[in-house]
């Protein structure tokens, strides 16, 4: 491997911390800023502030040598080589990324550079973020000669992250000056080299010493694109995935066997074609959002965007619906909610579909028993737990006399679900499943009045598990 780099990454949340866990774990001595002191603590105390697979074996590992926490960005910038800016880029009202952040941490940079630094956009930020952040320097006095910006946009995702991170599908370099690109180069090297993949205690995934992530070399404007168009475009994929799911269901064809159809067209691909409630989290909206606000400063119609998050909007509001109409009314209704996350494998919910469906469902006066692996705690801040919601322990505990049950996102868990316990204590065997998790026609067969996205409805067949024949579904049909 090659000589480790003195990184300081700006920002602990969940890029700014895997980042600086992944850059240790590949060699390089990281001091990771945050101003917020007690996430600092916390995190020099071996706590972890997110759900993330192998994030907290890696801090461990690292914690001692490698990694190191502070709030003070003027110690961390002075002693390093790069510095990556991962704090947050909000939306703001106008829907265009909100900077601010991005602005104090560069001011405050410039005020303690005292040799050659190069400042990495690590956030997702609108194209031409680096010339103002570069302005930002110059207008703060500092010479040229003593920095360069350079664009190092992040594609990882929450659940996945430290994976996505060491086993990229590529890296991206955006660089104006070769001086840049070499260290950004250096410090990618243990992955690009294909060395990481060699260490027996190395995180496992898909790459491989002999199939290490291709690095894409680009300018620092193009860099920046790539990952606003990504997301945008991952976004439109489930959008036009989730208008198809409703043609399919209109049709009585199943959305599964089309997308299934579609994704084996090398072209399109099986990815991100899953149907469902529609995407939510702290990328996709805001970052629709922002790229569509960035073409319009360009005066680029880009409206295929606004159908894009008006589709989103629009699928919560009929999977709600169909809740809805399994129930006749949500009015002194027991519902089971599984899932509170915007998706499985986190403890996070900003812009959670499944949250917002859970919100609706109250106002609608039913009474939620719900439950997520990992979420509870983080929801309960929003929806504290009272006379109409409560927080269970376990999905069998959540569905206990419950009137249906609503899968609201994908963990594993639920997939792995025992049918027949779940149905025996519920009072009405009736699922609604907002992510197609079950087979339908093995939901039918155990008893159950299964509605999912784009599939045709199913009830449950003659003689299926006991308790089926008081269904809903049946009395309904
Ligand atoms: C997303 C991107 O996938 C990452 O590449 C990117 O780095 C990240 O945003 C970011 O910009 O930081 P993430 O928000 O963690 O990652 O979540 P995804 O796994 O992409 O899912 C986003 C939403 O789309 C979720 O609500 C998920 O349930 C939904 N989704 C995803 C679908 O409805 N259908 C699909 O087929 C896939």
Redesign the pocket.
């Known amino acids: 491997m090659s000589q480790g780099v003195s990184i300081a990454v700006v920002g602990s949340g969940y890029?700014g911390l895997v980042a600086a866990a992944c850059f240790a774990e590949i060699g390089h001595h990281v001091v990771c800023v945050d101003n917020d002191e007690a996430k600092v603590q916390v995190l020099r105390e071996g706590g972890v502030p997110i759900h993330e697979e192998y994030l907290p074996e890696l801090l461990n590992r690292h914690r001692a040598n490698r990694v190191e926490f502070t709030s003070d960005l003027k110690a961390a910038t002075r002693g390093a080589q790069a510095i990556f800016i991962a704090v947050g880029t909000p939306q703001s009202e106008t829907g265009s990324a909100d900077l601010s952040y991005v602005d104090a941490v560069a001011s405050e940079i410039a005020r303690s550079i005292d040799s050659y630094k190069v400042i990495v956009e690590k956030s997702?930020v609108p194209v031409y973020t680096n010339e103002w952040i570069r302005r930002v320097l110059e207008r703060n006095g500092v010479p040229q000669d003593l920095f360069d910006v350079a664009s190092n946009p992040?594609?990882?995702?929450?659940?996945t992250a430290v994976v996505d991170f060491l086993h990229a599908d590529r890296i991206v370099l955006g660089a104006e000056t070769e001086r840049g690109a070499a260290v950004l180069r250096a410090i990618y090297e243990p992955l690009t080299s294909g060395a990481y993949y060699c260490s027996e205690d190395g995180v496992p995934g898909p790459r491989a010493a002999d199939d290490p992530p291709p690095v894409l070399l680009t300018t620092t404007k193009a860099a920046e694109i790539i990952k606003h168009a990504?997301?945008a475009f991952?976004a439109t994929k489930?959008s036009f995935?989730n208008v198809v799911a409703n043609i399919c269901e209109a049709a009585g064809a199943d959305v599964e066997d089309v997308a299934r159809g579609m994704g084996l067209d090398a072209r399109i691909g099986p990815?991100?074609?899953?149907a469902?409630i529609?995407?939510?989290?702290?990328?996709?909206p805001k970052?629709v959002a922002a790229f569509r606000h960035v073409a319009e400063q360009m005066n680029v119609d880009f409206g295929l965007l606004e159908e894009v998050e008006k589709i989103n909007a629009e699928q919560k509001r009929r999977f709600f619906q169909k809740v809805r109409s399994a129930l006749w009314t949500f009015r002194g209704k027991q519902i089971a909610a599984l899932g509170l996350a915007?998706?499985g494998g986190t403890d996070d919910i900003r812009e959670s579909?499944a949250l917002e469906i859970v919100e609706l469902m109250l106002r609608e006066g039913a009474l939620v028993r719900a439950y997520d692996p990992a979420a509870a705690s983080r929801a309960s801040e929003i929806i504290p737990a009272g006379r109409q919601m409560v927080y269970a322990d376990d999905p069998y505990e959540a569905a206990r006399d419950a009137d249906a049950v609503v899968i609201l996102?994908?963990w594993q868990e639920f997939a792995e679900l025992d049918l027949g316990r779940l149905r025996s204590t519920m009072r009405y065997p009736i699922v609604v499943d907002g992510r197609n998790l079950f087979d339908p026609a093995a939901m039918a067969a155990q008893g159950f009045t299964y509605l999912s996205v784009g599939r045709p409805a199913r009830h449950p067949v003659a003689g299926a598990a006991n308790g089926a024949d008081h269904a809903v579904g049946q009395r309904r049909s």
Request: contains cysteine; neutral net charge.
């Open positions: 890029v997702t992040e594609f990882l995702r929450e659940g990504s997301n991952l489930i995935i990815k991100f074609l899953r469902g529609g995407y939510g989290g702290s990328c996709f970052d915007f998706k579909p996102n994908d």
